[in-house]
T-cell receptor
Framework: DQQVKQNSPSLSVQEGRISILNCDYTNSMFDYFLWYKKYPAEGPTFLISISSIKDKNEDGRFTVFLNKSAKHLSLHIVPSQPGDSAVYFCAATRARDDKIIFGKGTRLHILP | DSGVTQTPKHLITATGQRVTLRCSPRSGDLSVYWYQQSLDQGLQFLIQYYNGEERAKGNILERFSAQQFPDLHSELNLSSLELGDSALYFC?????????????FGPGTRLTVT
């Protein structure tokens, strides 16, 4: 049972445009959501997070939107840069829980 | 550099064998997590230790075990290896058990079982 789903295995976006990565979840008990970024041959690195009491969190070029009624979140990257080419993992957890549930990831290609 | 180190980087072994993967968390971090990433899977949580004690278990097989030592480094032991155990194994650490969602990952150990 996949509780966190990233339905797009890959996404290609022109440099300078907006990249939108989507994530759906099934467990309404999740109250914290995270995005991690992974380059080849490296471990994932934390990117941005959002609490379920918010619907938006922004950090520089990265914004995460949460739609609780739809159990959907998205990561917006504006403007997209070549260094953004990586695999992005969506993840979710409950407060004081002991594990994070990760999606399978979306590979983002930023085209010149 | 996340500050989390993992050794070895690559490991090639045969079916039926046993291997040990090692992880050193960031300085001061008490929580250590192990994840498995197979070819077509996301990161699968295996197990978490906090200050030497097992705190949570995920999809960890009985053939796998882990421990965290007094100096806070952790080892993941994989035994009776099967071809399907070939994967990337990541270790992550975090400072506090209640903010474990901000985890810092090591570079991973790539295990190939032949």
């Amino acid at each position: 049972d996949q509780q966190v789903k990233q339905n797009s295995p890959s996404l290609s976006v022109q440099e300078g445009r907006i990249s939108i990565l989507n994530c759906d979840y099934t467990n309404s008990m999740f109250d914290y959501f995270l995005w991690y970024k992974k380059y080849p041959a490296e471990g994932p690195t934390f990117l941005i997070s959002i609490s379920s009491i918010k619907d938006k969190n922004e950090d520089g070029r990265f914004t995460v939107f949460l739609n609780k009624s739809a159990k959907h979140l998205s990561l917006h990257i504006v403007p997209s840069q070549p260094g953004d080419s990586a695999v992005y993992f969506c993840a979710a957890t409950r407060a004081r829980d002991d594990k994070i549930i990760f999606g399978k990831g979306t590979r983002l290609h930023i085209l010149p | 550099d996340s500050g989390v180190t993992q050794t070895p980087k690559h490991l090639i072994t045969a079916t039926g064998q046993r291997v040990t993967l090692r992880c050193s968390p960031r300085s001061g971090d008490l929580s250590v997590y192990w994840y498995q990433q197979s070819l077509d899977q996301g990161l699968q949580f295996l197990i978490q230790y906090y200050n030497g004690e097992e705190r949570a278990k995920g999809n960890i097989l009985e053939r796998f075990s882990a421990q965290q030592f007094p100096d806070l480094h952790s080892e993941l032991n994989l035994s009776s290896l099967e071809l399907g155990d070939s994967a990337l194994y990541f270790c992550a650490s975090s400072a506090r058990w209640d903010r474990e969602y901000e985890q810092y990952f090591g570079p991973g150990t790539r295990l190939t079982v032949t």
